[in-house]
């Protein structure tokens, strides 16, 4: 089965025109109708807007019977979405069960007849208490919703607050896994909970929603005594104030109040649970430089005094990018580099920029932590070496600590890159997937290269099928979608058949590869 | 049982041992029904000091106990359900706790109103829920003295097209909404369509808005229909060729107050439904957005705006004092009709503009000071009658101040008879027309006791009333009844003079 991952979909539309205009011959065109449907139940859907997506884009909705008619459509490819309040279009999902197989629709000489299927929305509801049963008016619920994204596992967050009964609802969700984290309110002190009543998002229970499903969770929230935690933040840059906001160790935001006063610098938190905390304070100055700190604060069943919390700039980050030849005009923005961040609960990336004239390459607001560092050279060069200070960026991770001196990253190019051409098997040639590639003696993250489906009457295809690669051991696996695969995971990987390739400098390979279905 | 978190040392003198301590006990119960309130939060806050507080958490029975407290007053507050309340709360005026010999301050009652709530759905023609929209919460009430339709709340709808208001006091409401039809499509013209501004039960102007009347603690659950009409097109002209221009749409609501109304479409033209509507416009000069001012126009059919008639509203003047103006000062306006306030900050030269002021009928005083008062005041562009500042569609208003030092505060008793009223609402009626819309005001405390702060010198008349609620006590036809039984003094008092004022029942 195909899945054309959102991504994958934008550049579909991107290609079909251009691929249909080629051609320089004016069409036919028929009238198109068609019905759209709630996949579960078949049931037509009423008042449906239908948008159709060809050379030229048009919209109809659908009459009481679920049935919508689009007049003057010229013959060749187009592709349908379909929306309506309560329900969403599979074609919108990451790779799922629910994805349909062929995300596009041929208009001919013969019925133009669809039908569009639409999927009922999914729903969490519930209600949270204190310890006495009393509800909980604006607790905060953080809907989680496990993804991965770029190859990294992370949880998207949608939060919604509880009425005064302390009833809470989160409607049309997409199918998925979910965790639910419930923290109470600033006026009553109560531990936070993962549901059903876990303390860290390891032990919570995790909830597979299937579409229109609707899952119940009721949390009764442990009334605890607040604790007074006091303090002061040295070193703000500006008048501007500080943020001041307090995570758990999963990262999730919490709401305890917190007050800071700029004159002397000193912070209030009244009322704060017993647990560990990170006090995560942040400002900027009159010159847009950003500043933070991060201190892990211990409330354990009393006040916490005295806590002093440095601000340090955000690091900049200078590039040096020694090119394999001289440097042509626009050349320094033939790569793309990117920090990602390694240690955080929350999954973070800093892309480099570019600034000033002459161009300075720079990685700005560097927060400190550990980093990994991604490098994609095009124009026929890749990565050679990249370095910070002593440290070998290909193979060891960058250290930045609080108040650290920043050393320049010098990234070192190569024109003797490798290239790795992939092409599917004859049987998939009409399909849309993705080639991971990844790199077995380096640190660096997998490469990923799209496989465009072959069209029908297509006579070229304008994306590249092959990558210049750093000499060097890979493993390469084949996809029908990256969406919703934790790739960057080794042994998320382990699980799908590869093929092993040692490429030598200036070598051309081509693979044929056979598609998985991501798990 | 009461569970206590004392802070003891906090609100004690270091010599403790020697001074009489007192209590203040009592009871919180839910208004109405008198139901005991379990696990509510109740505050003590030193009237003097501030900083010295005191908290606990009442009982099964809704009871509290604070000991060990020197004499003073103290500040109730009760917290409960993710709402707090002062005791006695009437527009940020309470009824402080006096503790002393002789005082019982032990047998409170606390009544916490639950509040009311306005909860609803939005649903199109076809049955549908309307998410994104924006639903606006009017109240009719009277507030410092004034029949006013003020702003009481704004909220988004969710994918479910559902909203909810609460924490409402009982009283007067009004509903409006706007919103964009999920399916509307500028580039198809069966699909080019948008919502009229609505208001509950379904019309679409200010005057057919139907009041929803909330009783105390009442929960009343509406339903509001928006039905999508054919977008008339207004196209902007004016502009410079690919001059970027943002333009917001509004409606003057109930009470005057603003509707924020969307236009959609691409830069240079707008699409929204028939309607009257006020047109605001930025554009952008050389990196810059700069305002070009407002318009009002009646969106009949496809139209055409000429931003050169575009005009700005504004205020500009200047304070003069003897002496330095303090920094941080600032002119506090206040619409009479919807209560919304500006403050417009007062240079060190004593300049003042504001180029962003909205038509309407206004109040003025000095603001972030406790030291100046307006002593004189002459207007061009505007007039001034009876402390109401009428400013009209494209007035260039400049204001000429002078202010002054010398307001004081006057302390006194409210009596029925000889025994002191607690929680009676105290007024100093200004005999100036210069002051007409601004009323000094207090509420006694449990002994009787008040302070009417910050009063410039003049002729006022000192009024008590034992039922202060939704008193309109700055409008003439209300007011004076109750003044030939009030007290007339000239401000400042004579040196430690206090007032003894008796109470007038509510008329």
Redesign the interface.
């Known amino acids: 089965m195909t899945r054309l991952s959102p991504q994958m979909f934008r550049i579909f539309f991107l290609l079909l025109p251009s691929a249909l205009v080629s051609a320089q011959v004016e069409p036919p065109h028929h009238t198109i109708t068609g019905t759209v449907v709630n996949a579960l139940t078949g049931e037509p859907i009423?008042?449906a807007?239908v948008d159709l997506h060809g050379i030229v884009?048009?919209?109809?909705?659908t009459g009481p019977d679920g049935r919508f008619q689009i007049e003057d459509v010229a013959e060749g490819q187009v592709m349908f979405s379909a929306?309506?309040?309560?329900f969403f279009d599979p074609n919108s999902l990451p790779a799922s069960q629910w994805s349909p197989s062929i995300p596009w629709s041929t208009v001919g000489s013969a019925k133009n007849d669809f039908l569009l299927k639409l999927l009922p929305?999914a729903r969490l509801l519930g209600r949270v208490t204190?310890s006495?049963g009393?509800?909980?008016?604006?607790a905060s619920l953080h809907i989680l919703n496990e993804r991965a994204w770029q190859g990294h596992k992370q949880w998207a967050n949608n939060s919604v607050n509880a009425?005064?009964d302390g009833l809470f609802?989160a409607?049309?969700l997409t199918p998925g896994r979910y965790v639910v984290f419930a923290h109470g309110?600033q006026?009553?002190v109560t531990a936070p909970a993962y549901y059903p009543n876990a303390p860290d998002i390891e032990s919570a229970q995790a909830i597979d929603l299937r579409p229109g499903q609707e899952f119940r969770a009721d949390f009764r929230l442990r009334s605890e005594?607040g604790y007074r935690v006091t303090g002061q933040i040295l070193g703000v840059p500006s008048t501007n104030g500080v943020g001041l906001s307090f995570q758990n160790a999963d990262g999730e935001t919490l709401q305890f109040q917190v007050s800071f006063d700029a004159a002397n610098g000193q912070f209030v938190a009244p009322s704060v649970p017993s647990g560990t905390w990170t006090l995560l304070a942040f400002a900027g100055d009159n010159e847009g430089h950003q500043y933070q700190a991060r201190q892990e604060i211990s409330v354990n069943h009393a006040d916490v005094a005295n806590v002093q919390i440095m601000l340090h700039p955000n690091a900049v980050i200078p590039v040096t990018v020694n090119h394999s030849t001289a440097p042509s005009a626009g050349v320094e923005g033939s790569i793309v580099a990117t920090l990602i961040s390694v240690d955080q609960p929350i999954f973070q990336m800093n892309g480099m920029q570019q600034q000033g004239d002459p161009p300075v390459l720079s990685f700005l607001n560097v927060t400190p932590g550990k980093y990994k560092l991604d490098v994609q050279g095009y124009a026929h060069e890749c990565l050679e070496s990249a370095w910070y200070g002593s440290i070998d960026l290909t193979h060891d991770y960058l250290l930045l600590g609080p108040d650290a001196g920043v050393q320049p990253i010098v990234i070192n190019l190569r024109a003797d890159c490798a290239t790795l051409t992939a092409k599917l098997r004859p049987a998939d040639q009409q399909r849309a997937g993705v080639v991971l590639i990844v790199p077995t003696s380096s640190i660096a993250e997998p490469k990923v290269l799209q496989l465009q489906p072959q069209q029908p009457n297509q006579t070229f295809n304008r994306i590249p099928q092959s990558l210049p690669l750093s000499p060097g051991a890979y493993q390469v696996y084949a996809f029908t979608s990256p969406e919703g695969l934790e790739y960057s995971n080794p042994q998320v990987l382990r699980a799908y058949p590869s093929q092993s390739v040692t490429l030598a400098p200036g070598q051309n390979t081509e693979l044929t590869v056979e598609l998985s279905e991501p798990k | 049982m009461t569970r206590l978190l004392l802070a003891f040392c906090l609100l004690c003198c270091s010599n403790a041992q020697q001074t009489p301590t007192f209590k203040i006990a009592g009871h919180v119960v839910l208004h109405p029904g008198d139901r005991p309130v379990h696990g509510a939060k109740v505050s003590l806050t030193m009237v003097q000091h501030r900083d010295r507080q005191l908290s606990a958490v009442s009982g099964e029975n809704g009871e509290f106990l604070f000991y060990s407290l020197p004499a003073a007053k103290y500040q109730l507050r009760v917290e409960y359900r993710g709402a707090g309340q002062f005791f006695h709360d009437l527009e940020g005026f309470s009824t402080a706790i006096a503790v002393g010999p002789n005082i019982d301050s032990e047998r409170i009652v606390f009544p916490l109103s639950v509040g009311g709530s306005i909860s609803g759905s939005l649903v199109d023609e076809s049955g549908d829920p309307i998410s994104g929209a924006i639903v606006y919460l009017f109240h009719r009430t009277v507030s410092r003295g004034l029949y006013q339709t003020v702003s009481a709340g704004q909220t988004n709808t969710g994918s479910t097209g559902t909203f909810h208001f609460g924490h409402l006091a009982p009283g007067t409401y009004y509903v409006a909404v706007t919103g964009r039809p999920w399916y509307a499509r500028n580039e198809n013209p069966q699909l080019d369509v948008a919502f009229p501004p609505t208001y509950y039960s379904g019309g679409t102007s200010p005057e057919a808005a139907t009041p929803i009347t909330l009783e105390d603690g009442a929960k009343s659950e509406i339903q509001i229909t928006l039905r999508a009409v054919p977008a008339v097109h207004i196209s902007l002209a004016g502009l410079a060729e690919n001059q970027q221009v943002q333009t917001s749409l509004s409606q003057i609501g109930p009470g005057g107050a603003r509707i924020n109304v969307g236009g959609y479409g691409g830069n240079g033209l707008i699409s929204v439904a028939p309607g009257n509507y006020e047109v605001s416009a930025n554009v952008l000069n050389q990196n810059e957005w700069s305002e070009i001012g407002s318009q009002a126009v009646k969106a009949g059919g496809d139209s055409t705006l000429h931003l050169g008639d575009s005009v700005k509203t504004s205020i500009i003047g200047k304070v003069q004092a003897d002496g330095d103006l303090p920094p941080g000062l600032a002119l506090w306006i206040s619409n009479i009709a919807n209560g919304e306030t500006s403050w417009i900050p007062i240079g060190k030269d004593g300049s003042f503009n504001n180029s962003r002021t909205a038509p309407g009928r206004y109040s003025l005083l000095m603001g972030n000071t406790n030291e100046f008062y307006i002593q004189k005041l002459t207007v061009e562009g505007a007039s001034y009658t009876n402390g109401v500042l009428e400013v009209a569609n494209g007035a260039q208003v400049n204001l000429n101040i002078t202010a002054a030092k010398g307001m004081t505060n006057i302390d006194g008793i409210a009596l029925d008879g000889k025994s002191p009223v607690a929680g009676a609402m105290i007024l100093a009626i200004p005999q100036d027309s210069l002051r007409a819309k601004y009323t000094p005001r207090d509420q006694s405390d449990s002994d009787g006791t008040f302070t009417l702060a910050e009063l410039p010198p003049g002729r006022y008349t000192i009024v008590a009333v034992d039922d202060g609620r939704n008193l309109a006590y700055a409008e003439p036809g209300v007011i004076t009844p109750y003044l030939a039984a009030g007290q007339v003094v000239d401000v400042p008092l004579a040196n430690g003079s206090k007032l003894a004022i008796q109470v007038q029942h509510r008329r």
């Open positions: 009423r008042h807007l884009q048009k919209s109809a909705l929306q309506k309040p309560g929305g204190n006495d009393e509800p909980l008016e604006g009425d005064e609802r409607d049309d309110p006026a009553e005594r």
